[in-house]
């Protein structure tokens, strides 16, 4: 299954390479496990904006028939990742992503994908947070 994260921020967000990171690793555990979704791409649209700006967009949820895909977006509180150092942006990243998974209909993704994505992002965020505090 191809993952893709791709953040939808304002200029301020300082998001950075941060989410590319956090997607090769994600798709390194994702690896790592047998899926039998017939779900060919998840792309997650993390949002991360600020109101100041841009007025609160509208949560994503959506199956893309014919390329087997599904799109997820949903908020990060704007002010809640700037105030966040590092290990505190990956909390908020991950627990974006999980609350993504967990709202695609389970039509589209089984129980069994469900979980070893969400265990994926879970060993993501461990991994990442482990670099931080051997830097």
Do not use: C, H
């Amino acid at each position: 299954m191809l993952v893709k994260i791709v953040p939808k921020v304002t200029q301020n967000a300082r998001v950075g390479s941060f989410f590319v990171e956090f997607e090769r690793r994600l798709v390194e555990r994702l690896a790592l496990r047998t899926l039998s979704s017939t779900v060919s791409g998840i792309v997650f649209f993390p949002r991360i904006l600020d109101p100041g700006i841009i007025g609160a967009a509208p949560e994503l949820n959506s199956f893309k028939r014919s390329e087997r895909s599904i799109f997820v977006g949903k908020s990060i509180d704007f002010y809640k990742w700037g105030d966040s150092a590092e290990l505190g942006r990956i909390a908020l990243a991950a627990e974006n992503l999980r609350d993504s998974v967990a709202g695609v209909r389970s039509k589209q993704l089984g129980g069994a994908d469900r979980e070893a994505l969400t265990a994926a992002i879970n060993e993501t965020e461990q991994l990442l947070g482990r670099g931080l505090s051997q830097s």
